[in-house]
């Protein structure tokens, strides 16, 4: 029997928690099949989970406040794909109600779970039944029910859990897409996962693998090639992430900051205040930051001493001949790309920043900031090309330094096709608007293969089998990629296109690729048929139809 959670319980619950996801990755990666049967569901809740494993093994919080705040934190840096990053929202309204909370008891934890349903809903423009969003409110309400009788956590989560599993069994009525394929969801199944594992962690049974990193992440380096020497005023770059443990106005540290250095930098949101400045007193700032809250990461470099060493070792930026991060330009774009030919396409296109991320392997949140913050302008476009990157994506708003614009582009076609909308002599709103016009004026056919038997549309998938797409519908499936072609050339006839790309991938052919290309002139003779290398995993042609 345990009446109330403390720091430690709450770090304990985590570090279970990443541990229990990992064990059953591949078993929740098996239930996710729309649109490709790719399945990564289990794989970004794991990767999402373990940053705040890792944030946690590196401290001790004694109140469950500290505890929650800092999972939130790591949560949501760390978020990958849509699933991880609904997980992060959960565990932030959760650290949003336990804020400032030295113990929780069964109420206050019910409370906090609810808090967190509230807040993934708000932050989901359409939330769909049948999903990871229904079980949590299910799950949440069935706590809160639990707890206005029983005063043991552990009996209100462990009645949580089993009613959660009571919603998981229906999600498969509720949601179309998984009507069809015959399964539950995988991130709702994997969420429920992570709260057994917490519940284990309050009955004392510690999973042996957890976690397995034993530091938190490192925040991002500075750039110093940014400076000369004799220009350094302020010799420590400080940077630090504080939680919002109290209802102190951050503008008051901005003022703070204001008298002790420069290059002063405050973002805040619901959980936390990141902060950058330049100062000859780092001691003076974190002693005033723990005013605030309790201190998440901490960075201090002498940039005087470490000037000359970090000149030596050029940052990514520079090795693609340009300077980063002083804002050079109005605008700058950043794009998630697969493969080294379409890399090159979006380079070629005036693409700043290029992050590696695709259907099997999405970025995180903090891939993305990242890579914003080493963008050289004053607005940056992400381009996700990947509809379950766009929440990540977009959870980089609040959080980054900078004015970030996300054109929620779901394929690398519609990327190629807002970036070359974008004009530097244009104002912001026009901008976006062309942008986002030109990615929905671009139609997508894809041909990849089944990694796993599943069924979809009604539709028996057998692994290694081609797949035909476009967009969202499946066109066919079999042994036969010519046929395949074919049929994709005929489902794109109607739509009577003026030009056609494919983009080929690193399993194809060049020999292979003309002959798609000649399948498609044959059969489209009004259109501009193009070839060009993508070198992409997974999809063996990318068919972009304008």
Known sequence: MKNMISGTDFRNMILNAAAAIRDVKQEINELNVFPVPDGDTGTNMTMTMEAAAAQLTASAPEHVGQAAA?????????????????????????????????????????????????????????PAEGTILTVSRVAANAAAECAADETDVELVLEHAIRTGYEALAETVHQNPVLQKAGVVDAGAKGYLIILEGMHRALQGVLIENAPEQTAAPRAEKADFSAFRSEEIRFAYCTEFIVSRENAKDPDRLRGFLDGIGDSAVVVEDDALVKVHVHTNAPGAVLTEALTYGALLTVKIENMKEQHTEALAVEPPAKQEGQLFPTPEKNYGAVVVSAGQGLDEVFRDLGADRIITGGQTMNPSTEDIIKAIERTPAKIVYVLPNNKNIIMAAQQCVPLSEKRVVIIPTKTIPQGIMALLALESDADEAENTARMTEAAQAVRTAQITYASRDSVFDGRRLRSGEYLALLENDLLGSGGDIEALIRETAAAIKPLSPEIVTIFYGQDVEEQAAAR?????????????????????????YYISVE
């Open 516 to 540: 798609c290309a000649e399948i498609m002139t044959a059969a489209l003779p009004e259109a501009e048929v193009n070839l060009v290398w993508g070198g992409q995993p997974v999809y063996y």
């Open 70 to 126: 800092q999972a939130a934190a790591a949560l949501l840096r760390g978020a990958r794909g849509n699933s991880g990053v609904i997980l992060s929202l959960l565990f932030r309204g959760v650290a949003k109600s336990l804020k400032e909370k030295r113990q929780a008891d069964a109420m206050e934890f019910a409370q906090a779970l609810t808090e967190g349903v509230g807040a993934a809903y708000r932050a989901v423009m359409k």
